[in-house]
């Protein structure tokens, strides 16, 4: 559980830190090309608003990096 809280805080951060507008999403232009959500956008971005949320970035992380 310690774990999860852990990375749930860590992908915050980060998801903060490229949330340029500061409007609770990522969109494309906010992502470095090198970016591995820039490289996978659109099988991340589960509803197909052109946006990512907090929620969708933590279940693509959830999946891609499950806690043992």
Do not use: W
Request: net charge negative; glycine share 4%; proline share 4%.
């Amino acid at each position: 559980m310690l774990k999860q809280r852990c990375d749930l805080e860590d992908i915050r951060a980060k998801f903060a830190d490229l949330d340029s507008n500061r409007d609770g999403y990522l969109r494309p232009e906010e992502l470095p090309m090198e970016h591995s959500l820039s490289q996978h956008f659109a099988g991340v971005d589960f509803n197909g608003d052109e946006r990512l949320s907090l929620a969708e970035v933590a279940e693509h992380d959830a999946e891609t990096n499950p806690v043992e």
